[in-house]
């Protein structure tokens, strides 16, 4: 949970120094952005081999919306022990340890939701900055 939660922070920290006040194209930004959180969730690259004839880390992650999460995630972070972890170093009291928790899992969709949205092939079909940024502050209150 405090891995998510750490995705979480760094997505807002990201996009507040990344994405508000930049000149150069704030379209351009949600893109790149949208591919850095598909990446962080599911652990694979833009250039990752398995991407060719059409398929890309946008269109791979729109297609595992339709399977389960545990499918799509990146593998370090099914792992039991990174959640056992982190929740230990995270000086909380929530009892929430593995992926299996249903909010962590609905965090994790919305992430993937997230940057689906932010990596549209059209610039005008993705999410605006404000709204970006309101839906991780959201995911980040759900787990803390």
Same mark, same amino acid.
């Given at each position: 949970?405090?891995?998510?939660?750490?995705?979480?922070?760094?997505?807002?920290?990201?996009?507040?120094?990344?994405?508000?006040?930049?000149?150069?194209?704030?379209?351009?930004?949600?893109?790149?952005?949208?591919?850095?959180?598909?990446?962080?969730? #599911?652990?694979?690259?833009?250039?990752?081999?398995?991407?060719?004839?059409?398929?890309?880390?946008?269109?791979?992650?729109?297609?595992?919306?339709?399977?389960?999460?545990?499918? #799509?995630?990146?593998?370090?972070?099914?792992?039991?022990?990174?959640?056992?972890?982190?929740?230990?170093?995270?000086? #909380?009291?929530?009892?929430?340890?593995?992926?299996?928790?249903?909010?962590?899992?609905?965090?994790?969709?919305?992430?993937?939701?997230?940057?689906?949205?932010?990596?549209?092939?059209?610039?005008?079909?993705?999410?605006?900055?404000?709204?970006?940024?309101?839906?991780?502050?959201?995911?980040?209150?759900?787990?803390?």
């Amino acid at each position: 949970m405090a891995q998510l939660r750490l995705i979480a922070v760094m997505a807002v920290i990201l996009l507040e120094k990344y994405g508000l006040g930049s000149e150069v194209s704030a379209y351009g930004d949600m893109y790149s952005f949208g591919i850095l959180l598909l990446e962080m969730v #599911t652990g694979k690259q833009p250039t990752d081999e398995m991407f060719k004839d059409g398929l890309n880390l946008h269109e791979f992650s729109k297609m595992a919306l339709t399977k389960p999460l545990i499918e #799509t995630i990146d593998p370090i972070l099914q792992q039991e022990e990174v959640w056992e972890n982190t929740m230990d170093n995270a000086n #909380t009291t929530h009892n929430l340890s593995d992926i299996s928790d249903h909010r962590v899992q609905e965090c994790l969709l919305s992430i993937l939701r997230i940057g689906i949205a932010c990596s549209e092939e059209s610039p005008r079909d993705r999410l605006a900055i404000n709204d970006v940024l309101a839906k991780l502050h959201i995911i980040r209150a759900t787990l803390l």
